[in-house]
């Protein structure tokens, strides 16, 4: 996968399947990843989920740790994902990575929207000139995308 290729170690099943047993994996999308049957989640969609406020979720992050924690590291906690929940815990090197995976994941979850922030505000003066006719709802459709995607590179640039 990319985090295991940005990160230079591969996942191990165990740690994969503990992973998935929290719910942790999340939702690919196409059912592959986590145990998501639930037709009203919030992300069915997949993705990243950030807030303005904490950036990358807790839990996300001590997930992470587990998932890129070395296999010593992995054994000296117990296999347990709860003792990878503090910052730093695992190492300097397992929280490095972590957050180099978390990055790479924003970085991806970026490079997957259809268009860029710039042609994104290029479009809403467009809309805002009249030389694209669009309602309330397309141009808060357009605000909208805007906003998410500037969090998102906010978010990467924390995580750098």
């Given amino acids: 996968s990319a985090l295991e290729i940005a990160c230079g170690r591969k996942f191990g099943a165990g740690r994969l399947a503990k992973l ?3 719910g942790l994996l999340g939702f690919s999308g196409d059912g592959s990843a986590g145990d998501n049957d639930d037709d009203d989640a919030a992300n069915t969609g997949g993705g990243v989920v950030v807030s ?15 998932l890129v924690a ?5 054994d000296d906690a117990g296999e347990a994902i709860g003792n990878f929940a503090a910052e730093g815990s695992g190492g300097s090197q397992t929280e490095q990575l972590a ?5 790479t994941a924003l970085e991806m979850e970026l490079a997957s929207k259809p268009t860029t922030i710039e042609e994104d505000k290029e479009l809403l003066k467009r809309m805002d000139s009249k030389a694209v006719d ?4 397309k141009k808060l459709a357009v605000l909208f995308r805007i906003e998410k995607k500037k969090l998102l590179k906010e978010t990467i640039d924390r995580l750098s």
């Fill in 134 to 137: 669009a309602s309330v709802e």
């Fill in 70 to 74: 070395s296999d010593d590291e992995w």
């Fill in 20 to 22: 998935d047993k929290a």
């Fill in 99 to 103: 957050r180099l995976a978390a990055r």
């Fill in 52 to 66: 303005k406020a904490g950036g990358v979720d807790g839990a996300i992050m001590q997930a992470l740790r587990a």
